[in-house]
């Protein structure tokens, strides 16, 4: 399986105002990449977050069902949206991975 650079690419605008930057990643990536785990999640899968720390990597596996697709053109180009629902899914903490 081929891992690939999910970085958002810089769109230029013309007439536009500049964004303010916070350097967060929700600038870097899109919103719907994010994974967010409550406690119920968490306990399921068995994770001590406890052992955990911000910048550690970690492996997901997860099977998901697709719950809509979306295609549409409009004047300022086509948009595609692909929904899934994660139903299954297995995270296991990277202690080898080196910058990736």
Do not use: F, H, W
Request: charged share 35%; with cysteine.
């Amino acid at each position: 399986m081929k891992l690939r650079d999910m970085t958002r690419k810089k769109k230029s605008t013309l007439n536009s105002m500049p964004e303010a930057t916070s350097g967060c990643d929700e600038e870097r990536y899109p919103y719907g990449l994010q994974i967010s785990l409550e406690k119920e999640a968490i306990n399921k899968l068995g994770i001590d977050i406890k052992k955990l720390k911000i910048n550690d990597k970690v492996t997901v596996t997860a099977i998901a069902d697709i719950e809509s697709i979306r295609q549409n053109k409009t004047r300022r180009g086509e948009n595609q949206n692909l929904r899934l629902q994660i139903t299954k899914m297995d995270i296991k903490q990277r202690k080898t991975l080196k910058n990736t």
